[in-house]
């Protein structure tokens, strides 16, 4: 159901002139005159209104606003499943009791270093390993990734550690060789409005994590989530990774009440990223016992055996000691609100 | 020390000329020639340089950038008093190992309703009353607080319960009455950058509970610290409440990041204002349990024990149950990371 | 008139509640059934709703959202004056054909340099001079102004000149002061929401120049100017002086688009600040002459004869030569327009 | 060359460690030990410092802060090419001193609705013609675009009205199909660091018209115009349409002063698209006439010659009749700035 505000002063032949059109349009519209407006509320069912017929009943002669009050996302609202969606992935069941974590280097650098990371993450309690193999990156001279040589690496760690696989699909032509490797496919924030990759990986049968674009409002969000799951796909975790502000004290600005928010608005599970959120170190833990404790189902944290050294993102990396204590250190908090980790 | 650094083709005689503006300031100019840039570091106490000085080197023929290296808040950083700030309000210490929380109603409304409010949070574990007597309101058609009538409540509310009040200073007009009932004097976040009421609660000897901007940086909020500190007054206590971001979801968004990030910076206690930060009563709980496990050394929540008949802010008030309820959750989250509440 | 929103599955019980808690108000409730929600059109006088009646219906149970539709403000809206407001201060009509530029330095430094200045901007074609006696600085370690002193230069140069005075309140203690000297009385963005000077200001029959908050809604911005005029004095003129945003190559962003869109919504003058807009002299003119395309009905410029030694925001002040250009330069713009300066 | 900041109390042996660094990469420090703090002055060609190694120097111990000096893009700096880039398109010349306009429908949505509008603009002075064959929609349900038909019916367009097409691509998989009917390629705000497509477009021959990203900073948005020359492509156009700020009551804010921001930092033609930037079309003329006084070399305009039934952005599209009127009102601004349109 929409509502039309008309402006005061509108003739009657304005009104007539728009209630003919939401009725050419299968729609019922019931007036409703007030001392200062005149509103008219539509009946029908509005779905079938899209958002560009929604604007130009706005630009109509005496409508002064219209006010849709349905959300403009269906199969992902909380009243779509209001139990809450879980995944299961190779055992690992997220969006039920346990958190999970991911971890791992941004980026895929070398065999060796990634098999390290990913033993240390295991040891450590994660439950996915994370690494790049696609990169981007806002420097066309920034190191861009090894590309399928990175895939092969990452399936040889979830090999030797048992931990599923979660990369970062750039490119619909990447798609194919990406599924063949992944476990969990990542939609960067960047991308979180490219609308063809949603539709691509609407269409695979792989889980996807999407994560929230810099300047996404949490409704545009879950538009894109939308995407993937108008295509079929309805295993989507979203990521929370923060938002562009004024504030340059960190790299963003992480958006935990978005978790709360989510969990009313939503069915699907809701990760958050510290790393990212905050572009420090030193900042990550902090954040991550924040996040938990405000509700997420999951966690993705960087982790780097020497940041130092590192090809991407080695500020804000942890290093597997760090690593370890934190996820120590999480077991109260989850404990405290009814959850383990 | 600053850094000037000069643009490709400046002259012999532009460097000259800058370098004779720092030493008519007392300061030596140490000149760099890369080879791409020449850069000078500027020598001496360049905490004389005041900002303005700064700024109009800046348009010196010859210079691209002025880079300053040190702080401009020098009472308020860790570096001053690398320990960390206790306040002791009538045996309550603030800073310490204990998580406090204020609570009560947005406005004091009358003196029934205030008091007892106020032994119900008691009860629950709060160890401070907020109430405003004088309330900015963004509509002059809107409540505008009880005035002195309000204060007078509000002390025997401390009366009846033994808890210290913390309530607003709108104007310095009403410094004086304000000190004779407030035991915290809150400077709200609409007028962080008043200036003038900084330099009058400077000049007190109570403790400032002091309120982020909306859209104030963490490096002008510490330097709206520094008026205040400035004066004498060293009791600050900074308080986040959520800044103005492009997400309507919530009433603002709640940089919780900003906690250790203050951490880091100041050695003054960190509250979290949960209540103002989202703006809706049910995210106020995971919000304070973010807030512990992020490390604020305090939290204020707004608690009415009818939000429906409420004159302000009732939307994101919480029912005496349920702000005891959350009193309780928070118990083992301050426990996970070694504090009590 | 609001809307109230119901959710699905709101009672028969809630219904008749939130109806009579409607009709204690005086009001009316028009319930209309959709197939997908229901909604109440609430009907009488709600500008006798408070926005705290508003918020508190919202969390009445049944309720999902509530929709104002009439505007907070009421005497600064457009309908109230359909003609636009014209305020003639010795014989300058700011609201009418001609646009008008109040130019000067940032803070009255000195008598001589401001009898300088003043005669200069008056040569160039300025119709006011402005300087600020009381300075809000972020640092408490600057310069904060002349006082006084400063209002009496800012007199003498108004007798030498003929140009009506501008110059910014910061205290409602410095009120009397003020209005001895000054012609407009500027509040200054971060006072734009100080509601007690608002008023104070409010009870003056001198006219109000309300820039912008750096956070504020066109919204917030209108409410500020219905603070001045809920006390009697309908002479406001706003100014758009620069917003908050993530961008850091301009010290603000300039939201130009706020003139078309004030010029809809209210019949106050608008006037633009590019200097403090940008930040940087050297785009002042460029953005000065898109205000005055955008439909300005006036500018505020910073000028100062020696930038390299002003006290305050030399890095934005134009030099006399270039503003001199600069007035020649808008005059053939204000012309394309239909307008003069 | 870079800065690097010491903390104070960093050892000799962390300096020798961070000094040894630098060589390892081809470089040399310069040590400038002031009274509160020790800087390194880096020498030697530091565009070999990627910004990985920048960020991971920043988390030795002992560094306090690095500053980069040198601007991460070569190709698109003003320093690269001073006289500014001229695109010759069919005898249209971009960034001379005509200034352009393109205009058309949002989408593409019928052959015969096109076709009228192409001839309705031309006629009023448009010199492109745009629309889209691939549309960005937020919403899955929405209508995407007639593809390839659409580009059909531009190509058209083109023949009937003489004027050169400019149309959206939104995935590489498009892009010889693009690349047949295009004369200039849009990248989309959504897409602008979609860098796999940024790429694909900087290995084309044909003009990109890059949109900036809603929450693109300036140096972010001429990073991936570097991008696209890295690849080859010189023929880039920059094109403002608006920034997510905490503003509702506009779609976005036009940051009109990017405009003379870029024209100091870039060598690359800025054309605004005021239509997107304010997304209502009564605001769109005051903000056309404010760009071109802005110094821009082109706007992009929606126009429909019905936008009550337009499939895309009908709210925000001038009809024919607006469109000429302010094609004539155009002309003295771009007079009067020393320019032709």
């Known amino acids: 159901m929409d509502i039309i505000v008309l402006k005061p002063g509108t003739t009657e032949e304005q009104l007539r002139h728009i209630i003919k059109k939401l009725e ?107 690494g790049g193999a696609f990169k981007p990156r806002t420097s066309p001279y920034s190191f861009q990734g090894l590309g399928e040589e990175g895939l092969k690496y990452l399936a040889e760690a979830r090999e030797k550690t048992g931990l599923p696989v979660v990369t970062e699909l750039m490119d619909p032509r990447d798609m194919e060789v990406i599924q063949k490797y992944a476990d969990i496919i990542q939609i960067g924030a960047r991308n979180m409005q490219n609308f063809r990759l949603l539709l691509e990986v609407g269409n695979s049968s792989k889980p996807v994590l999407l994560k929230r674009g810099l300047s996404a409002t949490i409704k545009e969000w879950l538009m894109a989530a939308e995407y993937i799951m108008s295509r079929g796909n309805h295993h989507v975790i979203l990521c929370e990774r923060g938002i562009r502000t004024f504030e340059t004290a960190t790299r963003n600005t992480l958006d935990l009440s978005a978790v709360p928010v989510l969990k009313k608005l939503t069915h699907l599970p809701v990760f958050v990223d510290p790393s990212h959120g905050v572009g420090k170190w030193d900042l990550v833990a902090p954040m991550a016992k924040a996040a938990v404790a405000a509700g997420a189902d999951g966690l993705i944290i960087e982790v780097h055996t020497n940041p130092e050294e590192a090809l991407s993102d080695g500020e804000q990396s942890l290093k597997p000691n760090d690593f370890k204590k934190l996820m120590k250190d999480l077991k109260p908090i989850a404990s405290a609100i009814g959850r383990s980790i």
Chains 1, 2, 3, 4 share one sequence.
């Not at 606003?65 to 992902?76: G, S, T």
């Open 24 to 130: 050419s349009k299968g729609l019922q519209a019931n007036v409703s005159k007030g001392t200062e407006r005149t509103i008219i509320g539509v009946i029908g069912d509005t779905s079938k209104i899209t958002e560009e017929e929604e604007s130009v009943i706005s630009i109509m002669p005496g409508v002064e606003d219209v006010m849709r009050i349905l959300k403009p996302y269906k199969l992902a609202s909380r009243e779509f499943r209001p139990d809450g969606t879980t995944i299961n992935i190779k055992g690992n069941v997220i969006g039920g009791k346990k958190i999970h974590v991911i971890a791992g280097p941004c980026a895929v650098e070398n065999r060796t270093i990634l098999m390290n990371i990913a033993k240390k993450v295991k040891e450590a309690g994660a439950t996915f390993v994370r």
